[in-house]
């Protein structure tokens, strides 16, 4: 255990500061709202020195990699969240509607409460800062809990958070799988995990206890389908850029390439001359090419390559002390091969052996039906599928017939750092998201709000209240819309037991109390004053 993490009695306590904080309604102003942000955007901004050296430390991260993964999209949801949170919590009218407008109701999005964060160790600002955008645009409080494979970047956020931030409203939890089981043991409002599949087992169970609603996003086996007829050296060098930045640790990665056959030759090719490109001096004496993030992670990536039965024709070599994992090309890798194993007691982010280091495997098919049906039939719904391709009705194929969190033809990883798109994945790969609005609504609820005035007793409702009578009916359907046109291929049914038609009169009366009730809902309150 390391010095630095937070004693495990402590965490009942900051979890009841941050409620408390939450509680005293401090949230509800926009303006405070706002400030936190910007302060969140200004305590990287600030560090940025320090924290590129945390990043070269702990993940062995060029500078630009650090600019580009973490600080680029955290200063992009920073200015979406200050620049719309006001726009965001404004009340919402529901849709017009004659027999109800006169209530008023509305919608607004309400802060759910605490919520918990657990980010996982490859892009450690990203994930945790553009989460705690979305909770503080929100109103909410939160606790974040990070990885306990970036002790470097953790201290710093454990020294700055409080300096930049309310430091009850938002609180850092240091430790391992202690600390994060203690806290998994309190009520939260909310609680959004980013990482494998085995851990969001056991989170989404913990949570199911309190009745806690939980955004999972974990990663997956990211497929690629190659069009024959696609620019080849583009190719080759989006997805070994795509494979190789950060180590290959991107939940978005591109994990397997399923290429046809009469092209694999001509693509390996050009693999190799980016290789050479992108790496002149070798890999291991590059400045350009991070660390895996720890000895037992990168153990565990030779362990794959040590059991391949495919053909490594670049890379290949590991060095376990010194977490250096070459970028790799294994060629011929067949569906049962080490490196696409589904569920191998080694596994760490996903149920479906998610490498998560810069290996790249290249799977031979025929043509874009073999490649659809190997990814259909491992149904692992990742998130991002990509296709190479000039041909839209190619293109168009590959999406329509998988499904993942993102499509891209033509490029691999930045899905997430599109402003206004969403992040999230679907099925094995996660559910919700984060990022922009759609982690505001993540951390908010729709509460639907009316006032319903004295005088509707009078002119429309005075049927709700027993004794009921059979033409208090006719109110009924005046209310809820009819049924769209019955469709043609459905028997029609036995004659109704009486004639429930809404009469002229009635429709006429209903026009007149809906008049009615926008004067009365206007002047009410004005002839109460007088009276």
């Not at 609180?171 to 998994?184: C, F, M, P, S």
């Not at 491992?378 to 009705?393: G, I, M, P, Q, W």
Request: hydrophobic fraction near 45%.
């Amino acid at each position: 255990m390391s010095d630095q993490y937070t004693p495990l009695d402590e965490i009942p306590k900051i979890h009841e500061t941050a409620r408390r904080a939450f509680n005293s309604g401090r949230t509800k102003s926009i303006p405070f709202r706002k400030q936190q942000i910007a302060r969140m955007g200004y305590m990287i901004k600030d560090n940025e020195a320090r924290f590129k050296e945390a990043l070269r430390i702990d993940l062995g991260r060029h500078d630009l990699e650090t600019e580009f993964f973490d600080f680029g999209p955290v200063y992009k949801e920073v200015r979406i969240a200050y620049d719309n949170v006001e726009k965001w919590t404004k009340p919402v009218n529901v849709e017009f509607n004659l027999s109800w407008f006169a209530m008023g109701p509305k919608m607004k999005a309400e802060p759910k409460g605490v919520v918990l964060i657990v980010p996982a160790f490859n892009l450690p600002l990203f994930l945790s800062m553009i989460p705690l955008a979305g909770v503080l645009a929100a109103g909410c409080a939160a606790v974040i809990k990070p990885s306990e494979a970036n002790p470097t970047v953790n201290k710093l956020l454990a020294e700055l958070v409080p300096k930049y931030l309310d430091p009850e409203l938002v609180q850092v939890v240091q430790g391992a799988v202690a600390e994060t089981t203690k806290a998994l043991e309190l009520r939260w409002n909310h609680i959004i995990y980013i990482g494998g599949g085995q851990v969001a087992r056991i989170i989404a169970a913990a949570a199911a206890k309190h009745l806690t609603p939980v955004t999972l996003e974990l990663g997956g086996k990211n497929p690629v389908v190659v069009d024959p007829n696609v620019d080849l050296k583009m190719t080759a060098r989006r997805l070994l850029w795509g494979r190789a930045i950060n180590a290959g640790q991107v939940c978005t990665a591109p994990e397997y390439v399923l290429v046809p056959r009469k092209i694999q030759d001509a693509l390996i090719a050009e693999f190799q001359e980016a290789y050479t490109t992108f790496y002149p001096d070798g890999p291991e004496n590059s400045d350009s090419l991070s660390r895996i993030v720890s000895q037992k992670h990168a153990a565990r990536i030779k362990g794959l390559l040590d059991n391949t039965k495919g053909e490594i024709i670049l890379g290949g070599k590991v060095d376990v002390e010194k977490r250096y994992v070459a970028p790799t090309i294994v060629n011929n890798v067949s569906a049962d091969d080490s490196l696409m194993s589904e569920c191998v007691s080694s596994c760490y982010l996903s149920s479906y052996g998610e490498v998560f280091g810069p290996v790249l495997s290249l799977v031979p098919v025929e043509d874009v039906d073999e490649a659809l049906e190997f990814i259909r039939t491992r149904e692992e719904h990742s998130l991002a599928v990509y296709v190479f391709t000039a041909d839209k009705k190619f293109r168009d194929k590959v999406w329509e017939n998988t499904k993942s969190g993102a499509a891209l033809a033509n490029e691999t990883i930045i899905s997430p750092g599109i402003p206004g798109a969403p992040v999230g994945g679907v099925g094995a790969s996660g559910y919700g998201y984060y990022a922009g609005k759609w982690a505001f609504e993540q951390f908010t609820h729709w509460r639907v709000m009316l006032d319903n005035p004295g005088w509707i007793d009078s002119l429309a409702m005075a049927w709700r209240y027993p004794p009921y009578k059979p033409g208090h009916r006719a109110w009924i359907d005046m209310i809820y819309p009819a049924l769209p046109a019955r469709p043609k291929d459905l028997p029609a049914p036995a004659p109704p037991a009486q004639n429930r038609h809404v009469s002229l009169n009635l429709w006429i009366a209903l026009f007149v109390v809906g008049a009615s009730s926008a004067v009365l809902t206007r002047y009410w309150p004005l002839l109460q004053l007088k009276a």
